[in-house]
């Protein structure tokens, strides 16, 4: 069965780069059927999507983090990471990775535990 | 700009009670991209509908989809102890993904 973890710091200082690591694990990220992505919830608040990823390195960002978002996929090693630059206090949350489902219509079918992380000097 | 608005913001049932989940999309969506979620205190969201009426695998079928264009609802028939949790919808237009703001669904 697929599995997806996040690595990554828990604390990352004012102004710096945010950069977690997602590893896929009992399937491959080459399959064409799926995106891969990035998404966060802030603590006590809902869910926000960052951006995806096709395996062929097509990226697809939120309009309202674009201008401080990358992600990228390492096919080589199954994995898919994330950027987030001149990180604030808004930045904190817990980071999920995610799939999703080209075959049917796109929904989030696999989900990482998720990790946390805070943005503090 | 693309918005879910999800209603009530807070639902007060007990066990049993049907429960009954509104998601308004603006603009309305041309073809079956809304899911829901179910999350549960300190644990990742669940996929629980996909393409608006699809069960995934392994939801009971006590969760039912259903709606078009501009309206969707997320209906529990009989509330389990463990339904207790927030529900998220979530749209897909043109590689953008947008979810609503949720609904608790709180122990009356």
């Known amino acids: 069965q697929l599995q997806l973890q996040e690595s990554g710091p828990g604390l990352v200082k004012p102004s710096e780069t945010l950069s977690l690591t997602c590893t896929v694990s009992g399937g491959s990220i080459s399959s064409g059927s799926y995106y891969w992505g990035w998404i966060r919830q802030p603590p006590g608040k809902g869910l926000e999507w960052i951006g995806s990823i096709y395996y062929r390195g097509d990226t697809y960002y939120n309009p309202s983090l674009q201008s401080r978002v990358t992600i990228s996929v390492d096919t080589s090693k199954n994995q898919f990471s994330l950027k987030v630059t001149s990180v604030t206090a808004a930045d904190t949350a817990v980071y999920y990775c995610?799939?999703?489902?080209?075959?049917?219509?796109?929904?989030?079918?696999?989900w990482g535990h998720g990790t946390t992380v805070t943005v503090s000097s | 700009e693309i918005v879910l608005t999800q209603s009530p913001d807070t639902l007060s049932l007990s066990p049993g009670e049907r429960a009954t989940l509104s998601c308004r999309a603006s603009p309305s969506i041309s073809r079956s991209y809304l899911a829901w979620y179910q999350q549960k205190p300190g644990l990742a969201p669940r996929l629980l509908i996909y393409a608006i009426s699809s069960r995934a695998t392994g939801i009971p079928d006590r969760f039912s989809g259903s709606g078009s264009g501009t309206d969707f609802t997320l209906t529990i028939s009989r509330l389990e102890p463990e339904d207790f949790a927030v529900y998220y919808c979530?749209?897909?237009?043109?590689?953008?993904?947008?979810f609503g703001q949720g609904t608790k669904v709180e122990i009356k």
């Open positions: 995610v799939r999703s489902d080209r075959g049917h219509f796109d929904p989030f079918d696999i």
């Open positions: 979530q749209r897909y237009d043109n590689s953008l993904w947008t």
